[in-house]
């Protein structure tokens, strides 16, 4: 499986932006796929995740009601809605899929794309 995030680039507080994970398979019914940012000396951590069938989410506290997970069934693309953007939300985002169930943790990923860079100036 091989992932492409794009979508990343340079955007004012309060501004917004959408991130795309494409796949060179169909993820829906297959792969959770999951959402982690990185920002210079910081753990990667996970945003947001989605399951396998898209019945269920998870999100990290820090972008609960600002970014939203989804899944594009017929183009095997998985995007992340992210509004309200907050200088912290600056990192480097990656997409990764997953063959077992959704989870938050990197370990639990077997796949993963290139970063896409978000910044968010004040």
């Known amino acids: 499986v091989q992932l492409q995030a794009s979508g990343g680039g340079l955007v004012q507080a309060g501004g917004s932006l959408r991130l795309s994970c494409a796949a060179s398979v169909r993820t829906g019914s297959s792969f959770a796929t999951g959402w982690f940012r990185q920002a210079p000396g910081k753990e990667r951590e996970c945003v947001a995740a989605?399951?396998?069938?898209?019945?269920?989410?998870k999100y990290a506290d820090s972008v609960k009601g600002r970014f939203t997970i989804s899944r594009d069934y017929a183009k095997t693309t998985v995007y992340l809605q992210m509004n309200s953007l907050k200088p912290e939300d600056t990192a480097v985002y990656y997409c990764?899929?997953?063959?077992?169930?959704?989870?938050?943790?990197?370990?639990?990923?077997?796949?993963w794309g290139q970063g896409t860079q978000v910044t968010v100036s004040s």
């Open positions: 989605i399951s396998r069938r898209s019945d269920s989410r």
């Open positions: 990764a899929a997953s063959a077992g169930v959704i989870t938050t943790t990197p370990n639990g990923y077997h796949y």
